[in-house]
Every structure is written in structure tokens, then in C-alpha cells.
């Protein structure tokens, strides 16, 4: 059998850029962008966020829109039937229920962004507190959270309207006084778990201040949590909000909000219908569109779920 003769001109050599060799196959993202990506593709969550963004449209320009002021009584055109004047139609004072309807979604989303705001801000920094610090503090502070909360929150309602006045703030301030709880026992929770992290201890040795190991990397580190709670809390908000209204707690004259309405268009139920069937219709698609926001952001920055 004849050998092959193989020479060094019969073999080329392979070359290769380093650089090249080292590049992964995939686009390399952050967390924050890649909980975006995976956002977007919720088209439920997608939904909400347009639901919202109409219903805040509407809340600031539905009253322009409508023609007529939602103040404005006619006793010649009580309860009349949604039409091309009317579209929401009136109620039994001759009012716009489409401007009324769109003035009340002013005072409902504002008391809930409100109270979920200042929600967001005493329970983060309470429970981050509680949770970084441990021992005694933490003790001490989650002890004066159960006590708040095993608070009658109808009793606190109603001491407030006596000494404050029946008003938004009132609601607000009701809301509050235990509504940070449910956000402050996931941050601590969260916290508890961050404090014994490698880069929190680096930052420790290097000599950062708790101020600073808090603010710059523990709370931040706790934002997906946090978002998911918040989107969660303004619902809540909103439903408190009509839930008090209901029982004649709510706003005062000539204010309305949608839970307000409900009220008072309960007595006239079985002869016009349309009455509650509006505020109570948007009560129900912003809390459906907060609660799928939740749901999206939920499994948006869930680690487990990233590519």
C-alpha cells in the first residue's frame, strides 16, 4: 500500500482573533433590561398599562370633553337615560354622570397613588431599618407594626373624620396608618436575607456608612419586591377609598368619586341601573388593570424566569 506524502504547504493554519474566541453567543443584558423584554411580551400587562393611561387621560380632560360641569344641577333633567346630550346620562339631580364620572376618577386615583405613595415611603424605610439592623431594633419595630395593625381600621376612620373633618386627607392619612405594614414586612423580609451578601460585606469592610450600605445597595437590591407590592397597594387604595365612601365616609360635597356615586345611585338601583353600572365598571378595570401590571411585573423580574 503506497504512503501518502504529506509536506508542510498541504497544511494551512487555522487562525483565530482572541477576542473573537471570547465573545458569548448571546447579547449580553442587564437584569433590568431583560425584565423589560420579558414584560413586554405580557400583553395583558401591556393592556393595563394602556387601561391606565386612558383612565388618567379621561380623569384631567373627560369633563372638557363632556360639555357640561359636574357641579351643575337641572331638576328638568333628572335621571334621564344615556344619549347623544348625555352620554353617561343623569342623575336624580339632573347632573352629567360622564362628568361627574370622569371628576370622581380625579379624586379616586389620587387618593390611591397617595396613600400607595406614602405606603411605599414610611414602609420601605421602616422595614429596611428593622431588617438591616436586627435584634432589639428589629423587635421593637415589627412589635409596634402587629399593634397597628390589630388596629379597627373602621374605629380609626371614624376617630380622624371627628378630630380632622371629613375630607380627602382624612381618607388618606386613615389609609396609611396601617397600610405600610403589608410593604414593610416584605422589605425586611428581602433585607434579612441581602445583609450577609459578599458585595454588602466588601462595601462594610471598605468603611461604608449603614446610611449608605441601605440606600445604595439593600433597598435598591429590593425594588422587584417593591414594585410588585406597589402596583398591589393602589387597587386596595381605590377599593378602601369607595368601600368608606359606600358608608357615607368619603369625600364631601360637591366632590364626588366613583365610590361616592356608587352610594348614592344604590337607592335608585332597580329604575336606572345606569346610574351604578358606570363608576362601579371603573372601579372594577383599574383594579383589573393594577392587578395585571402586578401580575406582569411579577413574572418580569422573577430571577428564576430570565434566559
Same mark, same amino acid.
Not at 373624620?161 to 381618607?171: S, Y
Not at 365616609?249 to 366632590?255: E, M, N, S, T
Not at 368619586?257 to 356608587?262: A, K, L, R
Given at each position: 500500500?503506497?504512503?501518502?506524502q504529506?509536506?508542510?504547504?498541504d ?10 474566541s ?5 447579547e449580553?443584558t442587564?437584569?433590568?433590561?431583560d425584565?423589560w423584554?420579558?414584560f413586554?411580551k405580557?400583553? @395583558?400587562a401591556?393592556?393595563?398599562i394602556v387601561?391606565?393611561l ?8 373627560g369633563e372638557?370633553i363632556?360639555?357640561h360641569n359636574y &357641579? ?5 333633567s333628572?335621571?334621564?337615560e344615556?344619549?347623544s346630550?348625555?352620554w353617561?346620562?343623569?342623575?336624580n339631580?339632573g347632573?352629567?354622570i360622564?362628568?361627574r ?14 396613600a ?21 431594633v428589629?423587635e421593637?419595630?415589627?412589635r409596634?407594626?402587629d ?11 371614624i376617630?380622624l ?11 388618606i392619612?386613615a389609609m396609611?396608618i396601617?397600610?405600610w ?6 422589605? &425586611?423580609?428581602q433585607? @434579612?436575607? @441581602? ?17 449608605r ?17 406597589l402596583?398591589? #397597594?393602589v387597587?386596595?387604595a381605590?377599593?378602601?377609598e369607595a368601600?368608606?365612601?359606600f358608608?357615607g ?7 364626588s368619586?366613583?365610590?361616592?356615586? #356608587?352610594s348614592?345611585?344604590l337607592?335608585a338601583?332597580k329604575h336606572?341601573?345606569?346610574q ?5 365598571f371603573?372601579i372594577?378595570l383599574?383594579? @383589573?388593570?393594577f392587578?395585571?401590571i402586578g401580575?406582569?411585573l411579577?413574572d418580569a423580574?422573577?430571577?428564576k424566569?430570565?434566559?
Open positions: 500500500m503506497e504512503k501518502l504529506l509536506s508542510n504547504e497544511f494551512q493554519p487555522l487562525h483565530i482573533d482572541q477576542t473573537e471570547e465573545k458569548i453567543a448571546g449580553s442587564s437584569y433590568w433590561k425584565a423584554r420579558r413586554r405580557n400583553k @395583558l401591556i393592556a393595563g387601561i391606565l386612558l383612565l388618567g387621560f379621561m380623569a384631567i380632560f372638557s363632556s360639555g &357641579r351643575d344641577t337641572d331638576l328638568m333628572t335621571n334621564l344615556p344619549s346630550e348625555h353617561f346620562g343623569t342623575d339631580l347632573r352629567d360622564f362628568a364620572t370622569w371628576d370622581g376618577a380625579k379624586i379616586s386615583l389620587f387618593i390611591g397613588l397617595m400607595a405613595f406614602l405606603d411605599l415611603i414610611i414602609g420601605v424605610i421602616w422595614g429596611a431599618i428593622a431588617g438591616y439592623f436586627g435584634g432589639k428589629d421593637y419595630m415589627m409596634i407594626a399593634i397597628l395593625y390589630g388596629l379597627p381600621y373602621l374605629l380609626v376612620v376617630l373624620m371627628v378630630v380632622m373633618g371629613q375630607g380627602i386627607w382624612t381618607m392619612i396609611v396601617t397600610g405594614i403589608n410593604m414593610a414586612r416584605i422589605v &425586611r423580609g433585607v @434579612l436575607q @441581602l445583609r450577609s451578601e459578599e458585595y454588602v460585606l466588601a462595601s462594610r469592610s471598605l468603611g461604608a456608612s449603614n446610611m450600605l441601605l440606600f445604595k445597595h439593600l433597598i435598591p437590591n429590593t425594588l422587584g419586591p417593591i414594585l410588585v407590592t402596583t398591589l #397597594t387597587p386596595n381605590i377599593f378602601t368601600f368608606l365612601s358608608l365616609l368619603g369625600v364631601p360635597a360637591p366632590h368619586s366613583w365610590g361616592v356615586m #356608587t348614592e345611585a337607592s338601583l336606572y341601573p345606569y351604578l353600572f358606570f363608576p362601579a371603573f372594577c383599574t383594579m @383589573l388593570a392587578n395585571v401580575d406582569g411579577r423580574l422573577d430571577p424566569e430570565r434566559k
